[in-house]
């Protein structure tokens, strides 16, 4: 569920162009519209809130009920990112939620506690979601959410531009990355821009070296106190700081949102940018002729991606509508359910049964996104993902202009997270 306009990352999704909680007529028409007690002459109903728009939704609503035809589905479209899980938290809380609906990892803390979703571990066609994607959505052994999908985050180039300094390829190392941004710096190319709202994929990916040489579980240690931000982020962020003592990129990047950078890169203004895979569409149509591809992010032990798991559907716990319910999961994460979505979407999905035909672009991290080696804190962090990522973009916006330093950010980060944890 991804790659459309801006997500998680994340944050970066907004694929909804209904508001939240609306219910389209047209739709309601295509799918058989009844209330929520039953189905019109006889049939079933099933519910769902939709976190992707009906342009996408559509063809994939239509077959399900091609080869459903005793279930009607009443579909309502919501407006991600905060604006689908502030109404979806509204209805679970009334009890007015839809059968399905769609868990995130914004979310899914809440809702995996609360008990609101449906143990779906023992479904029969759960061993067709990619392991990555089931141990997102997992507590305790039991699965809440199928997600069908995941994103990746790299640096995307302009081949052109990188070919004007010798480039061949990929950098090795983050050294090696830094050259490459000196040699299009004196070359009169800007080399390099991240957006500087959020995270940067970059310092994601290079956390996420560190995350892997710990066996996957720093953020886990963290929470549990056996490590800290200090030892395991002030590294990452020296070697990313070298961007600006190296005067390699603007500190005015802290302003820049992912749609401006799109946009400057589109235009042939600057040689690489970090984004998601989900933003090669719309760069794309904005620039249908320029020649791009993704690398990964080059540290010290290797190479990396940024990226999480998209979000997945969810049964209601409450339903009483589960028959229907669960055998529109079945065929969301279908063979069938899955390749019709995808052809809406481009987006890489991670189902066993189905393999994508994706964009040249992107061929380089597509291995390594559905075997689900990427990483993104906010989304890994145990609890207090929210008040923690708000956190760490204020201190990052302050590093990025000159007014921190590696140590005190790491340092105000395991500072805010024990005081988030009553200690």
Partial sequence: MQQQTKSTRRRKLS????????VLATVAALTGCSDASGGSNGQDTVSFYSWDNEATMK??????????????????????????I???????????????????AENKTDIMN????KDLSGEPWISNIADAAKATYTKDGKVYGAATASWGGGILYNKDLLAK?????????????????????DAGITPFYERGDEIPTSLAALLGLQNEARG????ADIWAGKTSFADTWTAPLQQWQKLFTLDLMTSSVAGLTGDQINSEFAKGSVAMISTGSWALGSIQKAAPGLKVAFMPVAGDSGSYWAGAVSPGYAVNAKTDHQAAAGKLVEFLQSKTGVELYQKQTATITTTKDYTPKLDPAVSSMVPAVRAGQFYLPQVTWPTNSAAMNTEAVSLLQQL???QSSPEKVSA??????KSLQGK
Avoid at 15 to 22: P, Q
């Fill in 15 to 22: 694929f909804g162009m209904v508001a939240a909680g609306t």
């Fill in 59 to 84: 063809p994939v609503l239509e077959e399900f009920k091609k080869e459903n035809p005793g279930i009607n589905v009443q579909v309502s479209y919501g407006t991600p990112v905060q604006g689908y």
């Fill in 86 to 104: 502030s109404t979806l938290q509204t209805r679970l809380n009334s009890g007015t939620a839809a059968d399905v609906f769609i868990i995130t």
């Fill in 114 to 117: 609360s008990g609101l979703a």
């Fill in 165 to 185: 300094v010798g480039f061949t390829a990929p950098p090795k190392t983050w050294d090696d990355f830094l050259a490459l941004c000196k040699k299009l710096k």
């Fill in 216 to 219: 996957r579980t720093m953020d």
């Fill in 400 to 402: 990025i202009q000159g």
């Fill in 412 to 417: 105000a980060l395991d500072a805010k997270l």
